[in-house]
Structure formats: structure tokens, C-alpha cells
């Protein structure tokens, strides 16, 4: 009971705050990897500049090079898929290099585990904007099934 007027108090606080509803994206893991963000990415385009350069402001620059080569190398230890997913995240988690986060878990009587985190990021303002609802399918008939809120 206590976990539920936790998570039901972020989530009260969470949607005070809230001043849009992020788009909706249905990701089809079946697709191949190169594919399956290209709707996101079509979308939202006109952010990417000002959000690569903000995130390239938290990385040393005398990492991004080995950065990089790593992301070159990729190919050589993992299959094809894992290799576009991890390239896909490299930058992200460069990004988080010098950050932090709050986070909260709960899980009900019933097992279901919630999970919500705030991202201590100083640009809220661009991330408000590259901030979409996931829905990600697998199988025919979308026999696996997974949502999330997540930043680009």
C-alpha cells in the first residue's frame, strides 16, 4: 500500500509539471535495426543540432576520438543487431558521463514493478522536446509488448 501512495504521489507531481504529452512511436523490433527509429528521427530533426552540440559540451573533448573508435570497432565483438543497438546508445551514455539521476522503485502486491527517474540534466528546456512515448512490438501479432517514456 505504502509503494502506491509513493508512485501515486510522482506521479501527481510528475503531471503538475508536465506542459505537453510527448508523441507516441510504435518501434517494431522485428524490423532491421538501421529502420526502426527512422520516424523518430524524421521527426524531430530540427532539434538534433542544438542537442548534439549541448551533449557534446558534457563529454572531454580528448574523449570523443576514443569515443568514436570504439563505436568503429563494434563490429568485431558483437552480431550485427547488437552492434547497431550499441552504436545507437554510445552517445547517450557519453552524455551521462559527468551526470547523475534520482530514481524511484516500487513494486505492488500483485509483482508489477514501477519504475520512474528524474534526469539531473541541465537542458530541460531542449530535452522536453526530444522526449517521446515508446511502444516496442515483437512477433506477429505483437506477441511481446513494451512501453516507455524516454529522451531521444
Not at 527512422?38 to 543540432?49: C, F, G, I, R, S
Not at 557534446?56 to 570497432?73: C, E, M, N, T
Not at 528546456?125 to 524516454?150: A, P
Request: a positive charge; aromatic letters at 14%.
Amino acid at each position: 500500500m505504502n509503494y502506491h501512495c509513493v508512485l501515486l504521489i510522482f506521479l501527481l507531481v510528475s503531471i503538475s509539471f508536465c506542459v505537453r504529452v510527448p508523441k507516441h512511436y510504435v518501434i517494431d523490433l522485428d524490423a532491421p535495426p538501421r529502420e526502426r527509429w527512422n520516424e523518430v528521427v524524421h521527426d524531430h530533426l530540427k532539434y538534433m543540432p542544438e542537442f548534439v552540440r549541448v551533449a557534446q559540451s558534457y563529454v572531454p573533448k580528448q574523449l570523443l576520438p576514443i569515443a568514436f573508435w570504439i563505436a568503429g570497432q563494434l563490429n568485431r565483438f558483437f552480431p550485427y543487431e547488437y552492434e547497431e543497438e550499441i552504436r545507437a546508445k554510445i552517445y547517450r551514455l557519453c552524455s551521462v558521463f559527468k551526470l547523475g539521476c534520482t530514481s524511484i522503485v516500487a513494486q505492488s502486491e500483485d509483482g508489477v514493478i514501477y519504475h520512474g527517474r528524474n534526469l539531473d540534466y541541465e537542458m530541460g528546456d531542449l530535452l522536453k522536446n526530444v522526449t517521446i512515448l515508446v511502444h516496442f512490438t515483437q512477433g506477429k501479432g505483437s506477441e511481446r509488448s513494451y512501453k516507455l517514456v524516454r529522451s531521444l
